[in-house]
């Protein structure tokens, strides 16, 4: 089975940063794309970044210029570095896994990683 950790979550005030890690294991093959997603309370998850292999990234636009996504393709690993960090980015922050290959001819899953707290407060 695949399983998606993520670390680095906490409490930074804001200006501050922040470091997102998310490590996938398990029977991997290959995997699609990788990127971060965000739930704040009473809102519903939104994408922040991603990457795909040949490190095309897309940005929510509100955080462009201040996140930065970046993957290890040998250990299953993507990270956020979060910069300049505002109140409105307080959230879960949750890893996702698009089109896992445990086998090079097996069917492509998604998986979710259970999420990582970010509060940004004063």
């Known amino acids: 089975q695949v399983q998606l950790v993520e670390s680095g979550g906490g409490l930074v005030q804001p200006g501050g940063s922040l470091r997102l890690s998310c490590a996938a294991s398990?029977?991997?093959?290959?995997?699609?794309?990788m990127g971060w997603y965000r739930q704040a309370p009473g809102k519903e998850r939104e994408l922040v970044a991603a990457?795909?292999?040949?490190?095309?990234?897309n940005y929510l636009d509100s955080v462009k210029g201040r996140f930065t996504i970046s993957r290890d393709y040998a250990k299953n690993m993507v990270y956020l570095e979060m910069s300049s960090l505002k109140l409105e980015d307080t959230a879960v922050y949750y890893c996702?896994?698009?089109?896992?290959?445990?086998?090079?001819?097996?069917?492509?899953?998604?998986?979710w990683g259970q999420g990582t707290p970010v509060t940004v407060s004063s």
């Open positions: 398990g029977s991997i093959f290959s995997i699609n794309a």
């Open positions: 996702n896994a698009e089109g896992v290959r445990i086998w090079r001819f097996g069917q492509p899953n998604d998986y």
């Open positions: 990457i795909t292999p040949g490190d095309s990234t």
